[in-house]
């Protein structure tokens, strides 16, 4: 035998001279004790355990040998644990195949043939158990082993090769009448491993993937005695060993080469790892200068200069870490402390970090009753409000029905809100009161708009507080914080060397490791305070289990995911039977509590609570609260993936469904206020109607709260469940109710003109009039007329109102009526027909009935009534009634804040508020509507509506002295609107950017414009503004000094149109203006003649600025 092989094949060659100098043989090494191994120099307890297990082995087969019978069985495949099931995981394959077997067998008896293949296989399993395989199936000469299962090793893949070169030289020790070879192949690779296939004595672990036939082809491209691997084990191993590249080969049976490589040898650079236990929170290293940074600004809040740190770094990075940190540095001192945690499966929830907050402070149980929760809310609100409102509007958003115990208020969901806001933002106010306090606001990548709403008015209230606000995000978040005086930016960068070396010494606690095995751990993570504790903890675990050379192995060189994967895979399966728990507790969530794991899992109670303790002593999650009411959260996003993705996609799905089912029948409590929760279960079970059911809910939900991005991405995300239908009616239905809610509430978000909201009611449309559902073609047909409208497509204008009504006929539906007059008044007053336009508008109000027109709030696409209103405050104006219109505009904001929706009011203040006052010349009133609707708009992520109050608030500034200023954002935005494809109010829209710019000095750029006005309103066939284009062309063409024959005519022509369309405002300023040119060159009387008349025609609004300046001009012409 040789010893120096033999050393060699456990990883210990290291011994090989010592064993030499001191003359053990074969026969010495099965007597030797473990203080003979102390003698020999082997100081590792863990190398002297190996020693000794694998001395007792070769006794074993010393004493098999000696005494060998006919009858001996040849050994058995490997045992797998019989009650493990399939998985989905990362497997390395080896394929071990005898040379020349052929040609032995054609020389030799069968029972000698039978006697050398028994020696071989013998000979195979005892290596591979050594080295922590596990040996599949026998098939002749050639044996199937797995690395990785049922067992993981974070180096499975350096397993597989140092077992691979063992056998090559075990085998070719064997004393045996002919000498043996043998080829090996290893691959590595994602399979399913664990089906039990074949039956009776043939029953085996099966393997589904490619892998096992990539080990298999590339062992017939080995040469005798050699170990050839794929490229994916070539990239785990880096530099452990030495290889010879034998370049992308043609393989049977596979399309592409594969490229192979052939081990050599162990490198020089092996590096090893060995484990710590303990589960106590690492510490800190390597972040003083962020720690002294936080120190002062803590010191600055108490100081009532609040401060906010935006923390951002990389997942793994040690953000919460530091958080933590901060709570320990100022744990002695009097302080309040709130702690908000983002949710991935929660971003689309409002205010969902803040309700788990708030349920954590008052202490509330899962099995509290209504009442004993209001009793702890009242407690925990008593200390910072004594407003009625506040409880009311807390226990709201905690959905605890107050029966009574609060005063109720009739809110609107964009008033509930933002009252709530309000409200949460007082909380903080006076809890600060009492004494400093400290925020964190974790994983904020993750936050949904609204919570990111109530942030961004904390972040500017607390300036002023001593409050300290710690903020933590990955990069891919860009936080609208920045740049204020008293925020921060942190970004935590990965570990130098010596501090990296300092964690694993810190997580390793008493425990020992080589420094070489330290310095593998440190260059294998790049620095990153995840990666490191996780290997850590996964070589210290190895250790722990006495299998200290494998443990201790550098995989320095590898890829960081692959060994990230493998060292999670390891600590999975040594939960043993509590592994099963950990992977129905990762497709409950991140966050999973006891009563729903209890009821989903299949254990007994005092099982289960085993189970979990065990999950919580590993480290793998933490507890919050005790027994059955405890909450568990997965330490890490990336254990919770680990876990959740070893599930086939079978019982994932059918735990996705029973976690949904149980969700619904024992907390319908729960499902009420998370149906998106609900539908995020159901949609991962396969069970896409049912998923569809509750985004549609959730969506309605979120969009009656405003919160119009969780809308959209509810409603989007039931549209998606939709492809896993089939055809039929029952889709289309549930396709229509999507599209339809989905149009609404694109319209609040991206603007009537975007092309998804086009598209979504397009589609609406189209299955509407299969299915001839009235009441969704009337909201469709609306929204569908808005979009087009507002687009400038006057051809479907006007087929749309065909088609409107032609439906109110059909039906005697009087909402098909007024959608029509609403239609017909729209369109005629695009096309300049004004006294039309105000009849159908004035039809809208005779016929209006609140309790039968009025639409339910996730249909606010438009009011007939307010759009009747809003447009005749212009249409008024226009046709030369001021008084009558400022009448209808205040009407229209009465009604507006009656009915208390955000796009509604939106489109009040923008038309009847700074629409009509900018034509007024009431250049106050247009700045105070436009800040109303740009505030309006960032409440409640209304991007259409921001562009038009920017736009109106550049211009009310313009109008002072700051004219750059204002031209700027008149000019920013303007462009933006272009840029969704907005045509309505556009023409309006240049021709006060026109006149800005005359003001400013720039005449001829003012020119340009105005030819842009009316090649805009020539392209979509738009004659509302053509009076005043003109007009403002001529007033352009008179500063720029053109000919007064060129003057007059535009003059005229703005006069002759402004009478064709009974605009008499717009009459009046072009008779004004050539009024004026005629009486600078002394053809005063004619000046009169054209002005006097038709100022006397007015019956009101003889204080606006217009008739004013008329009034002016005849005075100095009398």
């Known amino acids: 035998m040789d010893i120096a092989a033999w050393l060699r094949s456990l990883g210990l060659e290291e011994y090989a001279s010592a064993f030499r100098d001191n003359d053990i043989d074969a026969q010495l090494l099965l007597h030797l004790k473990a203080e003979d191994l102390k003698e020999l120099g082997v100081a590792s307890i863990g190398h002297r355990r190996k020693l000794i297990d694998a001395i007792a082995d070769l006794r074993d087969e010393d004493a098999r040998s000696s005494n060998v019978s006919v009858d001996r069985p040849l050994p058995a495949p490997t045992a797998a644990s019989p009650e493990a099931g399939a998985e989905r995981r990362q497997l390395t394959v080896m394929f071990c195949d005898l040379v020349g077997s052929t040609a032995l067998a054609s020389r030799l008896d069968v029972e000698d043939l039978r006697e050398i293949i028994g020696a071989y296989q013998q000979c195979v399993s005892d290596t591979i158990k050594r080295f922590g395989g596990f040996v599949a199936k026998y098939m002749g000469d050639g044996v199937l082993v797995y690395f990785g299962y049922p067992q993981a090793h974070e180096d499975d893949a350096e397993r597989a090769v140092r077992a691979g070169l063992a056998l090559i030289d075990i085998v070719n020790e064997l004393e045996l009448s002919d000498p043996l070879q043998v080829r090996i192949g290893i691959a590595t690779g994602i399979v399913v491993v664990g089906d039990i296939v074949g039956f009776g004595e043939a029953r085996e672990r099966g393997v589904i993937g490619e892998t096992p036939n990539i080990a298999a082809r590339l062992q017939g491209l080995a040469e005798p005695d050699t170990v050839v691997i794929g490229e994916r084990t070539h990239h785990l191993l880096g530099h452990l060993f030495d290889f010879r590249d034998l370049g992308t080969l043609e393989v049977k049976g596979y399309s592409e080469p594969i490229r192979a490589y052939q081990v050599l040898r162990p490198s020089i650079l092996d590096s090893r790892f060995e484990a710590l236990h303990g589960e106590r929170l690492t510490p800190l290293v390597g972040r003083e200068n962020e720690i002294e940074a936080l120190r002062h600004c803590w010191q600055r809040a108490k100081g009532i200069e609040g401060q906010v740190i935006l923390l951002v770094g990389e997942p793994g990075i040690g953000k919460s870490r530091i958080t933590v940190a901060v709570l320990e540095e100022i744990a002695n001192e009097q302080r309040t402390h709130l702690c908000y945690f983002c949710s991935p499966h929660h971003s689309g929830s409002a205010l969902y970090p803040i309700i788990r907050q708030l349920e954590r402070a008052a202490e509330m149980s899962p099995d509290d009753d209504t009442s004993t929760k209001l009793d702890k809310l ?132 008493q425990q020992d490791l080589p420094a070489e095995a330290i310095q593998g751990i440190v260059e294998r993570t790049d620095g990153v305070p995840l990666y490191l504790e996780e290997f850590t903890k996964a070589v210290a675990e190895m250790c722990a289990e006495g299998d200290h050379a494998q443990s201790t192995a550098s995989s320095a060189s590898l890829g960081i995911p692959a060994t990230l994967h493998a060292s999670l895979m390891a600590r999975l399966d040594r939960l043993g039977a509590a592994k099963n728990v950990a992977q129905i507790a990762a497709v409950i969530g991140r966050e999973f509590s006891h009563d729903l794991l209890a009821a989903v899992a299949p254990y007994a109670a005092t099982e289960l609570r085993a189970f979990i303790d065990q999950l919580t002593s590993s480290g793998m999650v933490f507890r919050r609260g005790t027994a059955a009411d405890s909450l568990y959260l997965f330490k890490h996003a990336l254990v919770q993936d680990a876990a959740y993705n070893t599930l086939l996609r079978r019982p994932r799905q059918q735990l996705h469904g029973k976690i949904a089912r149980t969700l619904e029948e024992l907390f319908p409590g ?182 039968r027109h009025r639409p339910p709030p996730v249909l606010y ?251 002016q001009l005849l005075d100095k012409l009398h």
């Open 378 to 509: 009242e407690t925990l609100l008593a200390a910072t409000s004594t407003a009625a409102e506040d409880c009311s509007l807390v226990s709201d958003l905690l959905s605890l029905p107050s029966s009574g115990r609060f005063p109720t208020f009739d809110l609107s969901p964009q008033q509930r809100k933002s009252r709530t806001l309000q409200a949460l933002v007082r909380q903080l106010e006076a809890l600060a009161g009492r004494e400093p306090v400290v925020m964190i606001f974790e994983d904020v990548h993750w936050i949904d708009p609204t919570s990111l709403e109530l942030l961004d008015r904390t972040v500017e209230r607390i300036r002023m507080l001593p409050v300290l606000l710690v903020v933590t995000f990955r990069p891919e978040f860009t936080p609208p914080w920045s740049g204020q005086p008293h925020v921060s930016m942190m970004t935590l960068g990965r570990l130098g060397q010596r501090d990296g070396v300092a964690l694993v010494e810190h997580v390793l606690g």
């Open 670 to 851: 729960r499902a009420a206020r998370e149906p998106e929760v609900l539908a995020h279960h159901f949609a991962k079970a396969g069970q896409a109607a049912r998923a569809i059911d509750y985004w549609l809910i959730a969506g309605k939900q979120a969009a009656q709260r405003s919160a119009n991005l969780e809308a959209i991405d509810h409603f989007s995300r039931g549209l998606k469940a939709l492809e896993a239908l089939p055809l039929g009616s029952e889709k289309d239905w549930k396709e229509l109710a999507l599209q339809t809610a989905l149009g609404t509430a694109l319209i609040s978000v991206h603007g009537y003109a975007a092309s998804q909201t086009g598209a979504a009611y397009a589609r609406a449309r189209i299955l509407c009039q299969k299915f001839g559902d009235a009441a969704a073609l009337h909201a469709t047909l609306s929204g569908e007329f808005v979009y087009h409208f507002v687009r400038g497509d006057r051809a479907m204008m006007r087929r749309l109102t065909k088609e409107a009504r032609r439906t109110a006929e059909s039906t005697g539906d009087d909402a098909f009526q007024l959608a029509g007059h609403r239609m017909d008044g729209i369109t005629a007053m695009y096309d300049g027909s004004f006294i039309e336009a105000s009849h159908e508008f004035e039809t809208i109000l005779s016929l209006y009935d609140p309790d």
């Open 861 to 1111: 696409i438009h009011d007939p009534k307010i759009s009747a209103l809003a447009y005749l405050a212009i249409l008024k104006w226009i046709l030369g009634q001021s008084d009558t219109a400022r009448g209808f505009a205040i009407e229209a904001l009465r009604y507006a804040e009656e009915l208390k929706q955000a796009n509604l009011t939106a489109h009040v203040r923008t038309y009847a508020g700074a629409g009509l006052h900018e034509l007024l010349g009431e250049t106050s009133a247009v700045r105070r509507h436009a800040d109303a609707i740009v505030a309006l708009a960032d409440q409640h992520s209304l991007h259409y509506w921001r562009l038009n109050g920017l736009f109106l608030r550049g211009w009310a500034i313009a109008q002072g002295a700051s004219v750059e200023e204002g031209l700027a954002v008149m000019r920013q935005n303007l462009r933006a609107r272009s840029a969704l494809g907005v045509s309505w109010y556009h023409v309006r829209y240049l021709c006060m950017l026109a006149t800005t710019l005359q003001k400013s000095g720039a005449a001829e750029s003012a020119l340009a414009v105005v030819a842009e006005a009316k090649d805009q309103a020539a392209c979509h066939c738009e004659h509302m503004w053509d009076a005043e284009v003109e007009r403002i062309e001529a007033e352009m063409l008179e500063v720029c000094a053109r000919s007064t024959v060129e003057c007059e005519a535009r003059f005229q022509s703005a006069l002759v149109t402004a009478r064709r369309q009974s605009a008499k405002s717009f009459e009046l300023r072009a008779a004004l203006g050539l009024a004026k040119l005629w009486a600078e060159h002394g053809r005063g009387d004619e000046a009169r003649d054209l002005l006097w008349p038709l100022y006397e025609s007015f019956t009101e609004g003889f204080n606006t600025r217009d008739l004013t300046q008329a009034r």
